[in-house]
């Protein structure tokens, strides 16, 4: 079982707990809004906190799913500049294909209807 980094500067700190207030923010909004994507932004909310929290992630790991991708995001983290920038950018390229494959079917019903 890996150790979450603990060794975090303070403007670290005070940025993922930033981005933790927004991602718990954009989730909350997107659990109401259908557009955005809630749980998504609520999960990289748990990883962001697992990172600053010991506690929080050797409770988390002992959850099969979550294990799964705290292992992953830690692959992610261990990658180069590079190669972090390359899976981050097939990844956006997958969720525009993915919103225009949803965008088409969205279409198709509604031409249907």
Do not use: N
């Amino acid at each position: 079982m890996k150790k979450a980094k603990t060794s975090m500067s303070l403007p670290t700190k005070i940025i993922a707990c930033a981005a933790v207030v927004a991602c718990v923010a954009i989730g909350i909004a997107g659990l109401i809004l259908p557009i955005i994507p809630g749980v998504v932004f609520l999960a990289v909310a748990v990883l962001i906190c697992a990172r600053l929290s010991p506690w929080l992630d050797a409770r988390l790991r002992r959850h099969r799913g979550m294990r799964r991708h705290l292992d992953r995001s830690d692959a992610f983290l261990s990658l180069s500049l590079p190669a972090q920038v390359q899976v981050a950018a097939l990844y956006c390229v997958k969720l525009l294909l993915d919103s225009l494959a949803f965008l088409s079917s969205l279409v198709a019903k509604l031409r249907r209807a």
